[in-house]
């Protein structure tokens, strides 16, 4: 008892993880890429690869105030830095990704018409670090794409979740077996991009701690 005593004299404040935790925030886009090769899943360094969705306004816990009297797009242009097949398991690199998000209450968008993708203010914008897909061929799966969105610019970009402010995950798919794409497009492609929980820490006295166990 002695020891427990002279420990909660020395120790004072704790740094304790919080009760409360953040839960992850979500945005989900889906739309169609096209791929310069001309073929769905297959690659060719230095080709380029152009990203057009919409956003899925049925978001659990967004991590931007969508209005859902409007339309939200966004736009991927990046390049393909390199693609390689090592036995079953095909890796695309992409290079520097950069994207748009842009809200419009006028023109839907229309993929015979890409301007409506971006007629809208651009209200979020930034690039994509590590942007990179794979995929097992056995099974004819997608390619799972890989990444952090840093958003550092646009008209909204004061009303991005703070939660958000080292970047997004991406947990992306590209569908070039059974999605039917507009003419011009090779793949579909469904956008995931979520800050991950985070836990803080609270203050606290080692009185305090004792009493949880009693």
């Known amino acids: 008892m002695k020891k427990l005593m002279s420990l909660a ?8 993880p919080a009760l409360a935790m953040a839960v ?7 739309g169609h890429a096209d791929n310069s ?7 060719v360094a230095n080709g ?3 990203v057009y969705m919409t956003l899925n306004q049925t978001q659990t816990n967004p991590w931007y105030p969508w209005n859902a009297a409007k339309e939200y797009t966004a736009v991927l242009s990046t390049t393909i830095s390199s693609y390689n097949v090592f036995g079953n398991l095909e890796v695309v690199d992409f290079g520097v990704a950069a994207v748009t998000v842009y809200e419009d209450d ?11 993708f971006t007629d809208g203010t651009a209200i979020l914008s930034g690039g994509i670090q590590n942007m990179i897909g794979n995929r097992v061929t056995i099974f004819g799966l ?5 990444g952090v969105v840093v958003f550092d610019g646009g008209a909204g970009l004061a009303n991005l979740d ?11 798919f590209i569908d ?8 011009g497009f090779e793949e579909a492609y469904d956008a995931e991009w979520k800050c991950p929980d985070s836990t803080g820490l609270d203050a606290t006295t080692w009185g305090r701690v004792k009493d949880l166990y009693r």
């Open 142 to 146: 997608p390619f799972d794409v890989t």
């Open 176 to 183: 070039f077996t059974f999605a039917t794409n507009p003419p």
């Open 106 to 116: 006028a023109t839907p968008a229309n993929y015979g018409n890409l301007a409506t």
């Open 48 to 50: 380029t690869y152009d």
């Open 37 to 43: 090769s001309g073929v769905g899943g297959s690659y």
């Open 162 to 172: 703070a939660q958000c402010s080292e970047g997004l995950v991406m947990n992306d």
């Open 9 to 16: 004299i020395g120790v004072g404040l704790l740094s304790v």
């Open 24 to 30: 992850t925030l979500e945005g989900h886009f889906s």
